[in-house]
């Protein structure tokens, strides 16, 4: 074979991976974009529940909250790399009963309170804050999900 048939094998099978690619990422984001999408696990129904009944429930949900929203890549990253986790640990091990924030969530969380509350921040103390210190989480852990309980 000849290699101007050979590049075009190459680039039409690169062009068929890459919008196979991104049917299947946007069927990902579409899929797993809803709040509803992230209640369907048994272990995840007090955590919904409190969420409904929150403050945030009309203005935020799972995803924008607990998702990078930097950009689009980043976003699609960390719900890969989180759904993988969780997809994981619901079909090969048992899910604890109540759920602990992974320390990679932090800085993601952290940088979703700012993106809606920034201007709430900067009237506080932490406006000032190092990078690495207090997070809006760490006085504010209930927020949007009051007192959970375990599951049952």
């Given amino acids: 074979m000849d290699r101007a048939k050979k590049t075009k094998i190459i680039i039409l099978a690169g062009g068929i991976f890459l919008l196979a690619a991104g049917t299947a990422t946007a069927a990902m984001h579409k899929i797993t974009g809803n709040s509803a999408f992230c209640g369907t ?3 995840m129904d007090n ?3 409190s969420w409904q009944h929150s403050s945030h429930r009309e203005v935020a949900g799972c995803n924008d909250c607990h998702t990078d929203q930097r950009n689009f890549a980043a976003k699609t ?9 969780h997809a994981f640990v619901n079909t090969v091990l048992t899910p604890p009963d ?3 924030l992974y320390e ?3 800085p993601i969380i952290q940088r979703n309170c ?6 709430l921040v ?3 103390n932490l ?5 690495d210190g207090q997070n809006c989480i760490d006085c504010h852990r209930s927020t949007p999900h009051g007192r959970e309980r375990p599951s049952t």
């Fill in 47 to 49: 955590y919904m529940a």
């Fill in 77 to 85: 990253w960390s719900k890969v790399y989180a759904g993988s986790q």
């Fill in 127 to 131: 406006a000032k804050a190092e990078p």
């Fill in 122 to 124: 900067a009237q506080t």
């Fill in 98 to 100: 109540h759920l602990k």
């Fill in 104 to 106: 990679a969530s932090k």
């Fill in 114 to 119: 700012l993106r809606c509350h920034d201007d």
């Fill in 41 to 43: 696990c048994h272990v």
